[in-house]
């Protein structure tokens, strides 16, 4: 227990700061400076509040579970794209929107879109399914920190207590310290897992005998040298990933966060580093995860996932879907930067470490702020309750708010079938990259309508309800080395139309998230071309040569 004893007292240390902001705050029932710190946030807390609110147990947990199965390949999917499009995105998009925000009062995205295109309940529409995407990423919040507690602790802490913990801490200092205390929380974990990931990559190393020496060992084995190569993932999945990254300029909290500086210069920071803090994170994360395969590590754990994965390979296809699951969630990699830090960490080290992971994990409380934030604005102020009762009762409808959207993603986090790495990639970040072209369109391009945005938002909508219905009835199939194990439901002149695959689905070989941009932004063009513009005035206010 003493590891997560540490923990304990990290998140205790958490919740004094969230606090902490809300005694300094000023105003505090004003509803800019609860939501968006009266968009005063200073250079170093703006960039590392930023990168910290994107890099949750999915960075952590997810990757280096992924790389368990898959192999060093994960590094390129994700971290590679995500260093160029993510900077290039904050660069070209948040510029703008703070800009705008800070002209005409925005606090969120829907607030500039009912502006920007004329209409009103189609922003609603727009919210809600925002706010239906974005709960994916709370609930990969709470699960990575019950699979986290649970693991450190030796079992000692249930996993449905741990997340109920990191539920409630989150939900406490984001209720109590708002945007402030979000951002200033944020800065203080994504200092703690930068710093993490380079002291975990070497205590590990040094224990394991030295990465050289586990690498060459790796590559002697016939069933684990792919995972040092991209064989495992297919052309057209490893391309698919290149759309991924659009997903986190869309998401809401991110452009809220672009809402907070101080400063426009402050995003020339913020690009610069970006990728650096991206390598700094992903590279340990990914290597200590591919690493977890060697045959000499001595982990009771570890070596059950791998016994789980070979069976699954070599007999998954004559099972039974509910036993290929069962073996699926035994198989499962999230919690393998815990066990080694379990088995290679001293005792008080690995508690540290072990709290530089809850960090990010824990980052799921600009997600519950962001929801908040969209409630009060786009809803309870939009249809009249601010004029009503008040901007302290819109505060408090937003305090309440948080209090039910965590409760509500906390109980279906104990449900949750998928990995962390799936539940982001399938849900999460394929829906809001599919809402990307709403954000291009609404800032670079006049032509654009209400109408379009509408279409956009209903395929977003019906494509991601579309890809959990279809996943959820009919079961993955084991991967099955040297064959290909898809179940193709649809098929046109030799191309695999639609299948179901190990990881989700595959379109044309391609992940679900390139239809869903392509068809967007095709969407996007032919509706508004064929739909009246908003007026002239409208357009003049944003494209009519301001600076």
């Known amino acids: 227990m003493i590891p997560a004893i540490v ?153 449905w207590f741990g997340g109920a913990i990191v539920a409630m801490v989150v939900m406490s200092y984001v209720f109590f310290g708002g945007m402030r205390g979000t951002a200033w929380v944020n800065t203080f974990q994504t200092v703690l897992f930068l710093c993490f990931g380079a002291i975990a990559l070497v205590v590990i190393g040094y224990g394991m005998g030295g990465f050289r020496t586990a690498a060459q060992a790796m590559q002697g084995v016939p069933a684990l040298a792919p995972l040092l190569t991209r064989e495992r993932i297919s052309p057209y999945y490893f391309f698919s990933y290149t759309f991924i990254p659009l997903s986190a300029i869309a998401f809401p909290h991110i452009l809220i966060f672009c809402l907070t500086a101080r400063k426009i210069t402050q995003f020339k920071k913020t690009v610069i580093f970006y990728p650096i803090c991206i390598l700094a994170i992903w590279l340990p994360c990914v290597f200590l995860g591919v690493m977890a395969n060697n045959r000499a590590t001595d982990i009771p754990q570890i070596r059950e996932k791998q016994e789980a994965r070979r069976v699954l390979a070599t007999q998954g296809r004559t099972m039974e879907p509910e036993q290929r699951d069962q073996l699926r969630e035994k198989a499962a990699g999230d919690d393998v930067i815990m066990l080694l830090l379990q088995r290679y960490a001293p005792l008080w080290l690995a508690g540290l470490l072990g709290a530089g992971i809850m960090a990010a994990v824990m980052a799921s409380d600009s997600q519950i702020l962001a929801l908040s934030t969209m409630f009060t604005e786009d809803v309870f102020a939009f249809y009249g309750g601010k004029t009503r009762f008040g901007e302290s009762v819109q505060v408090q409808t937003g305090r309440i708010f948080i209090i039910l959207i965590t409760l509500f993603a906390y109980v279906v986090a104990l449900q949750a079938p998928e990995t962390i790495f799936e539940l982001a990639i399938q849900y999460a970040f394929s829906g809001f990259a599919s809402l990307s072209p709403l954000l291009i369109a609404a800032l670079f391009w006049r032509g654009s309508t209400k109408w379009g945005a509408l279409a956009v938002t209903l395929w977003t909508a019906a494509a991601v309800v579309a890809v959990a219905l ?7 199939p084991a991967p099955t080395p040297g064959a290909n194990p898809n179940i193709i439901f649809a098929s046109l002149g030799g191309w695999e139309v639609l299948s179901r695959t190990p990881g989700g689905t595959a379109i044309f070989g391609f992940m679900p998230v390139v239809p869903m941009v392509l068809v967007s932004a095709l969407l996007m063009i032919v509706v508004s071309m064929a739909t009246k513009k908003p007026a002239d005035s409208t357009i003049a206010k944003y494209f009519g040569g301001a600076n």
């Open 7 to 159: 923990v304990f007292l990290y998140l205790a240390a958490v919740l004094y700061i969230g606090i902490f902001a809300f005694r300094r705050a000023k105003g505090k029932e004003e509803a800019e400076d609860y939501f968006l710190a009266s968009r005063s946030l200073g250079p170093f807390v703006f960039l590392f509040s930023l990168f910290g609110t994107n890099m949750t147990a999915f960075a952590i947990l997810g990757s280096s579970g992924h790389a368990f199965n898959n192999g060093i390949v994960t590094f390129g999917l994700m971290a590679s794209s995500s260093g160029l499009v993510i900077p290039l995105t904050i660069f070209l998009i948040g510029t703008r929107v703070w800009a705008l925000g800070k002209r005409y009062g925005f606090m969120t995205p829907v607030q500039m879109f009912r502006d920007r295109w004329e209409c009103s309940h189609i922003g609603t529409a727009i919210f809600t399914v925002q706010a239906a995407m974005l709960v994916p990423y709370i609930i990969i919040g709470i699960m990575g920190g019950g699979t986290t507690l649970y693991t450190i602790s030796g079992g000692v802490v249930p996993f």
């Open 470 to 476: 279809f996943q959820s009835t009919v079961p993955a």
